[in-house]
């Protein structure tokens, strides 16, 4: 049972639907999502998709009709998962990750931290039928132009970028508002003790105590490190 916290009363559901489901488990046994869970924010469940076939073997894919290579994930055992959850209570968002969706960036991830319920689909081989894409999946989501071998590392990352989101998961909730890319800027430097490593010292102004200056100082870094490594966000 999941215990809401008082003081943020919002949990919020994610479903993840894959063959893979002891890959899945390990990043949200950790951390930061491992907290959100205790404090009652985020609940993530996860679906085996073979528990969801009628097919004697189990079997969840096939070769694609037309010929070439690789098998592709078959409709019917994913449909038979989407609905029963869907039976179950409304989805904001039914995601499928996939090299081919859109490229997952920070706006994204914010808006989908408000959600109360989404279900995230993992593709694997040559990826799902495309009537599941038609007619299932409200967004397709890609965490980068490259091919990884399944979607249950981006579901990963993907639900990282949402879950530390949520008020209330981090301790310092306004530490998300200060991350990388929340202001279309690089986050500016950090330092932390000693002062001195064998010579190595930290920028003086961030030990005088003014605000003012600090505050100052952090923006201009900020914008001196967006030009250099990311110009194009500075457009
Ligand atoms: N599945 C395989 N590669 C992927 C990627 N880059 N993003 C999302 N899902 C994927």
Avoid at 43 to 48: A, D, F, L, P, T
Avoid at 211 to 216: A, G, L, P, R, T
Wanted: aromatic letters at 6%.
């Amino acid at each position: 049972m999941v215990v809401v916290s008082k003081e943020y009363e919002r949990c919020m559901r994610i479903d993840l639907i894959t063959l893979l489901p002891d890959l899945l488990r390990g990043p949200f046994d950790n951390s930061i999502l491992k907290r959100a869970h205790e404090r009652g924010l985020l609940e993530v469940v996860i679906h085996n998709l073979r528990d969801y076939t009628s097919h004697k073997h189990r079997q969840v894919d096939d070769y694609q009709f037309g010929g070439g290579a690789g098998m592709v994930m078959m409709i019917e055992p994913i449909a038979r998962c989407i609905e029963q959850l869907k039976s179950e209570r409304d989805y904001d968002q039914v995601i499928y990750m996939t090299p081919d969706g859109l490229l997952l960036d920070q706006p994204t991830a914010n808006k989908l931290s408000m959600s109360k319920n989404i279900i995230i689909l993992c593709g694997h081989y040559k990826g799902v039928d495309q009537r599941v894409r038609d007619h299932f999946i409200t967004q397709e989501i890609s965490i980068g132009n490259y091919v990884l071998s399944g979607g249950e590392l981006p579901a990963a990352v993907l639900v990282d970028a949402i879950g530390r989101l949520i008020p209330g998961v981090l301790n310092d909730e306004s530490s998300a508002l200060f991350d990388s890319f929340q202001d279309d800027l690089l986050a500016p430097p950090v330092y932390t003790r000693p002062e001195d490593f064998n010579g190595l010292k930290v920028p003086s102004i961030i030990l005088t105590g003014d605000e003012k200056k600090i505050s100052q100082w952090r923006h201009d870094r900020a914008i001196e490190r967006t030009a250099e490594r990311r110009p194009d966000l500075l457009k």
